[in-house]
């Protein structure tokens, strides 16, 4: 039996000590936001956080968590989607498929908690998880319109129609 | 029909569709259907209340519902066709929502939403037709019905936003008033039907926001990876390491005792599964499980035996001929200054984040699968066949995909597996997942493939004669190999064609010879975004910047040159251009490269802008990308599809390799199937330059001018050709 607390919530599961937190999160707490993508960490797609740091979550043995320490799910970001990244996400369109967009806005939320005001080079530093339909450069302006260091709006904008030939 | 986006709504409920018994014994491929004619659905006792025809259900409250018919998977195919038949159904775009017919609704009826495979960037252009005519029936169905209702007639009532006005009586009323007796009227002859100038369009041709977008912010969309069952068990698969491999024994007994296992399955000749009660202890003992494989005569094959095998395609005798205009072996030859050069490409998997899963569950006399599917219609036959049960008794529960990239198309490979692993547990759902590991190394690859090119030169540095020799992998010759038994293979010819229309090669050469070497390995192909545009972008738009070179041109000036007969192509090459200010010098250390190319009926061009630092390693800055789709449905859609054709262009350019060794794949996860991180994607710039004159393709067709375009800034920075990929494996300085 292990105790955890996810999005404020105290849980008991009952699972080998060596199964990695995603699993658990996804298949006994049974919130799939937090996605599968790689289990070595390297996409990024389970990221969550624990004690306010990022982490992914694949890679993590859920005998490391204790019962004190506090796990946030992309359900457990926000109520109604209100975090500001979620607005910027939604402001700018940013996901494709979608898939990997419940890592990278944990990513994105992790950054702006440690630091508000990000630069171009610490969100490339920050934000490395993988994106296959590559919302890269939406991400990028949606982490500055969370840091209010841009105003929302449509990236659609950009892409008006030049000339009619 | 399954809802299409519902921001809040994880369940998975559906409405009963109930299976006319005349509508049953249809077969998968009638070839006659009537998107937007025949009786109404209400009529023939079929449908639901409020539904106006195949496309449109308008609800009392005014909520209007859009059959969307094509997979989504990020590309945004469900909010342009929404905004096309929202066009012509002149409704108000903040009352419509969406739902998808699943295969089994479109089979009962006859196909009424015609082909649901969505792949080949023809979502939008091969349906946009009967999808407005669609929308267009339905307003006249909606005015009809409002105009009996006030007994005038229909030319004296108009509409807005949803709401009917008769404008001499000054009574306005609304589609969700009149839709319950506009459902029973009967359809107008779509011949009728004017649609709309798209110079009119005020929801179609606008970059409004994607309809799904909601539940991807919050953890609630539900991936077929997400879904739950009842009683439903996990099941981890593995195939033999070498394709064509045979599975000959495994130990059951060392993983039977471990924790939540249920079975360990066959599930075909060449693959075991473990069925758990959590797929975390299907892995774990599959992993554990010992496995005896016959791995065939395709183990001594490595990717030194495959180059080999395409080299000697490239000088061999007795290929298949494609285009042969004039003489340009002989011109070559008589020709003062000749430029040769041999590239090639490798394998690459596709690499969606969303691994192969499916869900299945097979009873005596009902199967059903839910699944990410590029082609539901596949998937049904697959589940039919694997299963036993006959098609009527299928059921495909489509879910938006994470991630497509043509892996997902025709060729089911896992929803075969899932099925025949469910077929072992009657009446028991079982969800199958695929390892990262199993995904990258049991894909349908992008076929390999080398190119030799020989140009002859007159004096002033013109070509005078051209020869194009493709060797390599054919995806026909895989999938459908009776299609090309002789070898003539066009497709792996994808924008080289003489034809207009789809993938034409937008030069003219004086004397043209273009030649296909069909070259086939034991890896499985198939089509991966952008297919064969892809690498033959690489060949032709590379090659023509060593021609340029070597005439002392300008590679501009040298492309629009041969590019008199194709305005089309150069008019596409001249906007990208001009917005890229092409003619202005750039700063010290950076370089700029520039190719175009067709595909999808798309005609594409870039500008690169990069630097290559002293130690060698590339930095892209800046990609303007220009596309001519003919009618754009969602600029703000388009871009973002370009965007991720740069990231996707840049990722095969810089990373994407599938090596083979002793058979099999050897890059089994992203730690060695390196995709592209956000650090390395350059500002994009897209611009569209529509002649809404025909309808192209987006989702494809502005990936293949990423790379040539790139390769050429290299050359001119390093003074060096790239001739072949990925740029990891090349020392650029």
Redesign the interface.
Known sequence: MAKLNINGKVLEVSV?AD??LL?VI???V???????????A??G?CSVHLNGGLVRSCSIPISAIKATDKIV???G??PY?SHPV?KA??SL??????????GQ?MAAAALLKHNPHPSDKD???A??????????????EAVHVAAGAKSGG???????????? | MTKRHAPMQTNLSRRKFVVGSAAASGGLALGLYLPYGGLPAAAQGMGDVGEINAWVLIKPDETCVIRVARSE????TLTGLAQLVAEELECNWKNVTTESPTAGENLARKRVWGEMGTGGSRGIRTSEDYVRRGGAAARIMLLQAAADGWQVTVDEVSVSDGVITHAASKRQTTYGKVAAAAARLTAPDPKSIMLKDPKAWTIA?K?L??L???D????????A??V?LPGML?ASSKSCPVFGGKLVSYDDAKVSHM?GVHRVVKVNDATVAVVAD???HAKVALAALPVVWDEGPAAAQSSATIAERLKEGLTAEGVFVSRKEGDALKAIADSPKKVEAVYSTPFLAH?????MNATAKVSSNRAEVWVPTQNQEASLAALSEESGVPLDRCEVHAL??????GRRGGTQDYVRQATAIAKQFPDVPIKL?W??EEDTTHDFYRPISQCRLVAGLDTSGKPVGLHVRVSGQSINAYLNPSSVADGKDDRQLQGYYEKAGDAQLGYTFPNFLLEYAMRNTHVPVGPWRGVNTNQNAVYMECFIDEMARAAGTDPLEFRRALMGDHP?HL?VLN?VAE?AEYAKPLPAGVHRGIAQFMGYGSYSAAVAEISVSPEGKLKVHRMVI?I?CGH?V???????Q???????GL?ALMYGESTVDKGRIVEQ???SYE?????E?P??????????DFWGGVGEPTICVVSPAVMNAIHAATGKPVRSLPLKNVKLV
């Open positions: 080998e199964t990695p699993w996804r298949e006994q049974g919130l799939t936001g937090t996605k599968y993508g790689c289990g070595i390297q996409c797609a799910t992309i359900e970001l926000s989607s979620q996400w939604a369109d940013v996901p494709q498929c979608g898939y990997c967009q419940s806005i969100i490339d530093l934000m490395t998880n993988i994106c296959r339909c590559g919302t890269y450069a939406r991400i990028r449509n990236a659609a904008a950009s892409a008006g129609i030049l000339s009619e030939a | 998977m990020g590309q945004g041709g970059p926001k994607r799904d977008t909601a991807k912010l919050n953890g609630s969309k539900i991936y990876i997400d739950k996990n924790p959590t797929w975390w690499a969606t984040l969303e691994p938006d995909l994470g991630g497509g990239f997942i390892t990262r089309k008019a906007a917005k220009a001519n754009p969602n600029p703000g859609q388009i871009a973002a370009v965007e991720g054709s740069v990231a996707f990722t996860n992203f730690n995709i592209m991180r956000l650090a994607m500002k994009v710039e897209t611009i569209i330059v529509p002649t809404y």
